[in-house]
């Protein structure tokens, strides 16, 4: 948190100097509904003669202004604190779930975050799921056919798709499939068509996943390659415990002995790892995937207001993300006694 404070008040370009830009018309990035407002401030200041020449201020742009609107602008942004008291109490604040409200919307960050949350929700949990569909098959495969013409192709596939960025993955979907060159099969952006809402049930859900295929196949493809290669060497480990020697010499056969001995405790540290495998995608994936296929989630939230300089929304967000990987990270050290009761933390002699 002081770290990101450190580099978001004192980054050039914020919203004193983008409502400056706004108020002489040369703006690059700010939310065009704050025009009107920043327009009353400029109208107030020069209804008491607020244009001045050779005023001086440490915003670029605020040549000629009347130093009371520049003040006005501090106030109203806060900045007119000193830089601890504004840190001190965006952490009372925040410790309250209190984020304020946009610079740039005229609404509640809290309201903007739940919002857009289910988005990038629903993006991570397809993501997660299809990546444990694909990579728990795929590492038991290779396991079992260790050092085989397989496992060395299908590594090499893992090790391609591990290398390229997810966000490359979806420009060339993009070319391939949404119109971009080739084939113009399913749409480039929106999680739903326009008129969704007087769709049938049965026409909301196909047009929900029409939407949705391209965005997470983009995510799935850079994002089983570190999975499948913990499965893999997971049921490498137990496959070479002794009790599946015993196992074998009581006259299993190997699919027994897969399943119904190996299955289990080489799936623990596999499972167990859900929470933190989806809260990883939902951070690393998400934010530049939404903003290629302008999926309204966090992601381009947190991107839209970055370039708009609304701090408010970014900290939430930011705070958001870190909060719930907390939360996930317990959940993931919990699901370890769930998955094997024969982990017992209490047992343990400190």
Do not use: C
Not at 102 to 129: A, C, H, Q
Not at 260 to 272: P, S
Not at 291 to 300: A, W
């Amino acid at each position: 948190m002081v770290i990101n404070f450190i580099v978001i008040q004192f980054a050039p370009g914020g919203p004193v100097e983008q409502v400056l830009a706004e108020m002489r018309g040369n703006a690059v990035g700010a939310t065009a509904a704050f025009s009107g407002q920043a327009g009353d401030i400029q109208g107030g200041g020069q209804s008491s003669g607020a244009l001045q020449s050779g005023t001086t201020s440490t915003y670029r742009g605020a040549q000629g202004l009347d130093p009371a609107i520049i003040a006005d602008l501090e106030k109203q942004f806060g900045f007119d604190k000193p830089v601890h008291e504004r840190f001190f109490s965006m952490l009372w604040d925040y410790a309250r779930f209190d984020f304020g409200s946009s610079y740039f919307r005229d609404e509640t960050v809290i309201n903007l975050v739940l919002d857009k949350m289910p988005v990038s929700i629903s993006l991570g949990l397809w993501t997660t799921l299809f990546v444990y569909i694909i990579s728990i098959p795929l590492g038991i495969r290779k396991a079992v056919k260790d050092g085989s013409t397989f496992d060395v192709w299908s590594s090499g596939a893992i090790v391609i798709g591990y290398a390229i960025p997810g966000f490359l993955f979806a420009i060339l979907l993009i070319v391939l499939f949404a119109g971009g060159r080739y084939f113009d099969i399913f749409p480039l952006r929106g999680l739903v068509s326009p008129g969704w809402e007087d769709m049938s049930r049965f026409e909301q859900i196909r047009d929900y996943l029409w939407h949705i295929t391209l965005p997470v196949a983009a995510m799935v493809i850079s994002g089983f390659a570190s999975l499948t290669m913990l499965t893999k060497n997971s049921f490498l480990d137990q496959i070479s415990m002794q009790y599946v020697q015993t196992a074998r010499a009581k006259g299993l056969n190997e699919r027994q002995v897969l399943y119904g001995h190996v299955f289990r405790n080489a799936m623990l540290i596999v499972i167990a790892g859900f929470p933190s495998a989806f809260i990883s995608i939902l951070f690393t994936g998400s934010i530049l995937i939404e903003v290629i296929f302008s999926l309204d989630g966090l992601g381009l939230l947190g991107w839209e207001a970055t370039i708009n300089r609304d701090y408010p929304v970014v900290f939430a967000t930011l705070y958001f993300f870190t909060l719930l990987g907390l939360i996930l990270q317990l959940i993931g050290d919990l699901m370890y006694h769930l998955i094997d009761p024969r982990i017992d933390f209490d047992s343990r002699n400190f």
